[in-house]
């Protein structure tokens, strides 16, 4: 297996912490990203940095210098960057009007805009060796759009939306893009959903106000039957990392439990999306 040169985002917790073990372990050369490794973060930075093959950098995913300073380097070092997993991410609970625009810019500055800035910094080293694969880690709220979840929701649809445009353009110059939907895992980000910073509007709502902690409720009756294993995701991106260029799926459902409700919707737009692309002269992309 050829060693890869491997930038994970959001590494201090969740999906991130297990990817950066799971591939570092492999042999991989793994540059994990984080925030705040001098305060907050400086008791897992300090773990993470002593695994063997990682090299923990503090990068704010909001700042273009600093996203720029990681970029360069990671290639100053290696030469090139041959994966970037777009991991890191925030979540927003309640009612859709309680949301400022404000948290909306928040939410999208996290979740589309830093891993469009990574993408497009990684990009010009993957072109020039015409071989590399940007996993972008979506949801499953990145196909439908639930209540008490639409500003998330909404910033994962535009993250699969530049994924799947990039996935057919990039393709035929030896880069692959791939998503990953998760379900719902017990992580610390499901620990810590952001509320709107506007609660006033919330009693207008109360015609429904018990709908949240039914959903609350189907969610931890989930995390007690299906179990569901944050590990799996981690196993997803090495899964894509070990296939083959040019064979890597667009999408990957990881999800135990409702996940197969997901990947039929994700068949059945599959198929209206090559009628698409045909209809406007791209049918020659989808091979």
Do not use: C
């Amino acid at each position: 297996m050829n060693k890869k040169v491997v930038l994970i985002t959001g590494t201090n917790s969740g999906f991130g912490w297990l990817t950066a073990n799971s591939v570092a372990a492999l042999g991989h050369k793994v540059y994990a990203t984080m925030r705040d490794t001098a305060g907050k973060n400086a008791d897992k930075a300090k773990a993470l940095a002593q695994v063997a093959n990682v090299t923990v950098l503090d990068v704010t995913l909001t700042d273009e210098t600093s996203v720029k300073n990681a970029i360069d380097t990671v290639i100053a070092t290696e030469g090139t960057i041959d994966v970037l997993v777009n991991n890191a991410g925030i979540s927003m609970f309640g009612v859709a009007e309680s949301a400022t625009p404000a948290d909306v810019q928040r939410m999208f500055d996290v979740n589309v805009i830093a891993p469009w800035r990574l993408m497009k910094l990684a990009l010009p080293a993957m072109r020039k060796q015409s071989e590399g694969l940007i996993i972008n880690v979506s949801s499953g709220w990145g196909r439908f759009s639930a209540p008490f979840s639409a500003v998330y929701a909404a910033s994962k649809f535009a993250l699969e939306g530049l994924s799947e445009g990039l996935h057919y353009e990039l393709r035929p110059l030896g880069v692959d893009v791939a998503i990953i939907q998760p379900g719902a895992f017990p992580t610390e980000m499901s620990q810590k959903l952001q509320l709107g910073s506007d609660p006033s509007v919330v009693e207008d709502y109360k015609a429904i106000a018990e709908f949240p902690d039914k959903m609350f409720s189907a969610i931890g009756q989930i995390f007690e039957t299906a179990k569901p294993n944050p590990q799996d995701v981690a196993d997803a991106v090495i899964n894509l990392i070990n296939l083959p260029k040019g064979q890597r799926p667009l999408r990957t459902v990881v999800d135990s439990s409702t996940g197969e409700i997901v990947e039929r919707a994700n068949e059945a737009v599959n198929v209206e999306y090559a009628k698409v692309l045909a209809a406007f002269g791209l049918k020659d992309l989808l091979t």
